[in-house]
């Protein structure tokens, strides 16, 4: 593990030092942030921007007065924009373990202090995410985990989910983006120094995932966007033909249990920064203010939590029915294949 470390650490603070000298679009982020997230982007540090490396927009709302931890939080772009939606009573804390980064970060956080005047205190610290322990983080601490695109680069990511899990407060979010593969990759790509650096070579496979996530204790977990990555092709040694990789942002809660319908019935009542009209949950799931929802128990728990509860009105009705199933984590994903011309890795013209 240790190897792996020092080539990810070396490639992130030596051999890339701007967006401009990433290879491939894997890290690089697809346009998916909101407009009041790039109303804060602009008052970013222009050195933490064109040194900022992600491969999606791992940011939720609401996040006022949350604590909020970044794993791989490099110059800490999206700490910095968490830092000015939580406000004067959150807590924001970013773990890298490359110094070249954190040092860039730590000399921004003036910057961002004059830019930001009501942002929450920012904390960057050097550690490994696969041990969040040796950084100082204890169980039941945060309100909200994000990474970006870096539980990718790990070589120990079921570690990384464990260590996810404990520092999570109960009802608390795990949101990240990260590249993901239809199939497990040769031993050749996963120790090709730039693939791996480019967010490809260590790519999760979307089975060994769903594996990790169940088996560290999370029951339900979304799709919030998904895109497939248009890449060239890779010699067959390195990647095999037909290899279907996305950048997938997801969202979890801890604690939350899979659906049932329970007859919950819930209601925006506004108020979300950015969504004054709709709040957009994840890929199939957005409340408009002021209309009854039926939703099934899993969203009803999300929208009870002390983040969502002040934006929600939530109610039973023993007579309503319940809503269509909704679409399942792997559906979205193969959807977005679908949309993009690809053919499905299932077979029989069906998606798993």
Sequence with gaps: MQAMHEQVSEYYGKTIKKTEDLKYEACVVGGEETKHHKQILAKVSPKVIESFYGCGSPIPDPLEGTTSIDLGSGTGRDCFVISALAG??????????????????????????EHILDASPIEFRKGFIEDLRAANIPDNFADVVVSNCVINLSPQKKEVFKEIYRVLKEGGELHFSDVFCD???????????VLVGECIGNAMDINTFIAYMMGVGFKDFRVVTSRILNL?????????????????????????????????????????????ETYKLDANHSFKVGEKVPVYSNIAEILSTKRYSPFFEINKDETREAPAPVPSFMEVVFASEASSGKGCCCGGGNCC
């Design 183 to 193: 199939r497990s990759l040769p031993k050749a790509a996963r120790e090709d120094k």
């Design 88 to 113: 004067k009573t959150g807590n924001v804390i970013g773990i890298d373990m490359t110094q070249e980064q954190i040092d860039v970060a730590n000399e921004a956080i003036a910057y961002h202090k």
């Design 232 to 276: 060239p092709e890779f010699p067959p040694e390195l990647i095999e033909p037909g290899t279907v990789f996305w950048s997938i942002t997801i969202s979890a809660f801890k604690g939350v249990q899979q659906p049932e319908w329970k007859h919950d019935i819930v209601m925006y009542k506004g108020g979300i920064p950015g969504s004054p």
